[in-house]
């Protein structure tokens, strides 16, 4: 089975979206610059499996040493995972797709950001104790 984990960097009150961007782009302040850093650090060599939003927000670059692959509702998470298999897969958002996936995921990397603006997607900490019961 794959190693399932998630990395999202949210602001002060949950605030992960904004008219399909990150809410707060173009700040070039140093938490904002490394934070977008280390999510490419962390993720290379690894797959990134997300929606097509967030599919077509990821740079060109980043396919050169990751596996980037858009996920679609039609898809049961077990197939995705099992494409795979001994892997680590990094479930990339956005919000619907991690509130099917949060039961797989072992290990959540959240960096909490100095934002403090409006948002139009939002973190959901249920995501961290969701089961596959529906817990
Ligand atoms: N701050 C962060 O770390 C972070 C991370 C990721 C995204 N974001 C932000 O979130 C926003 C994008 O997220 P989004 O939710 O709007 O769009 P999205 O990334 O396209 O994700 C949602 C879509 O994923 C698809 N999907 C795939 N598998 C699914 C499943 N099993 N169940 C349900 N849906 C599934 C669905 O599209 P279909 O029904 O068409 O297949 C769904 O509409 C952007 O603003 C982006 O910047 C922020």
Redesign the pocket.
Known sequence: MADIRAM???GLSGQ???????PWEGNKEREFVADVARFFEVTRGHVII??????G?IPAFAYEDRTICE?????H?EEVLGWFPDRVVYV??????W??YAPYIRHWDINRLPYDGEAD?WFDPAWLVASENGG
């Not at 997300?50 to 599919?55: E, F, M, N, Q």
């Not at 996920?71 to 898809?75: G, L, P």
């Not at 990339?92 to 797709?97: A, M």
């Open positions: 999202c960097a949210i992960l979206g904004l008219n399909g961007r990150l997300a929606g097509p939003a967030t599919i927000s996920i679609r509702s039609t898809h998470p990339g958002g956005g919000p619907p797709v509130d099917v997607r």
